[in-house]
């Protein structure tokens, strides 16, 4: 069984960057794909971007496009979210998730979740 945790989060200014790390445990790793999603407050669970183990596919929200870049390392199980030119509007907890390996944007694909990071973004 997969195992996540999240890093990276903090505070940053509007129009700043940050990079998240999700680290995952276990030995089939490569074989999950992994995803971003976000929870702000009084808000429901909004998919962010996704990245498939098999070709490294990727996939994003729309209101994320041309921002933030998903990426892995299989052989760091690790996932990464780069997050760039942010905006007020990303203040969430960011989630990263394991689904099967055709999973896209839908929180129901995905089983395995990490506790989230809180990004918090300052106007």
């Known amino acids: 069984q997969v195992q996540l945790v999240e890093s990276g989060g903090g505070l940053v200014q509007a129009g700043g960057s940050l990079r998240l790390s999700c680290a995952a445990s276990g030995h089939t790793f490569s074989s999950y794909t992994m995803a971003w999603f976000r929870q702000a407050p009084g808000k429901e669970r909004e998919f962010v971007a996704a990245?498939?183990?098999?070709?490294?596919?990727?996939n994003y929200g729309d209101s994320v496009k041309g921002r933030f870049t998903v990426s892995r390392d299989n052989a760091k199980n690790t996932v990464y979210l780069q997050m760039s030119s942010l905006k007020p509007e990303d203040t969430a907890v960011y989630y990263c998730?394991?689904?099967?390996?055709?999973?896209?944007?839908?929180?129901?694909?995905?089983?395995?979740w990490g506790q989230g990071t809180q990004v918090t973004v300052s106007s």
């Open positions: 990245v498939r183990g098999s070709n490294d596919n990727t």
């Open positions: 998730a394991a689904g099967n390996p055709v999973a896209t944007m839908w929180s129901n694909q995905y089983g395995i």
